[in-house]
């Protein structure tokens, strides 16, 4: 079992910042690739920013410049800095890991259950 526990969403006025965190737990050999996702009402779920094992990370382009994502391995952590918040980066930001489980030895795509960032103009 593999668990994905997201923080630090909430309310913030456009122009603010945030920081997300995304923690994996449970029976983890290795994590590749991790990654934040977000869902507005209804839009479908996009990509925002990805970073892989090796820290080489890919960003939507409406995000580039403003949003940073980074990983500690040895906390199994992902975290997602937002600045420049505007209005229309409202959404439910998940939380993606490409996770190597202990009783496998093969890669499933783990997510988090969501926090809610709400941009307020």
């Known amino acids: 079992q593999v668990q994905l526990v997201e923080s630090g969403g909430g309310l913030v006025q456009a122009g603010g910042s945030l920081r997300l965190s995304c923690a994996a737990s449970g029976s983890i050999f290795s994590i590749n690739a991790m990654g934040w996702y977000r869902q507005a009402p209804g839009k479908q779920r996009e990509l925002v920013a990805t970073i892989t094992s090796g820290t080489s990370t890919n960003y939507a382009d409406s995000v580039k410049g403003r949003f940073t994502i980074s990983r500690d391995n040895a906390k199994n952590t992902v975290y997602l800095q937002m600045n420049s918040l505007k209005p229309e980066d409202t959404a439910v930001y998940y939380c993606?890991?490409?996770?190597?489980?202990?009783?496998?030895?093969?890669?499933?795509?783990?997510w988090g259950q969501g926090t809610q960032v709400t941009v307020a103009s």
């Open positions: 993606n890991a490409d996770v190597i489980t202990i009783a496998t030895l093969l890669v499933f795509p783990y």
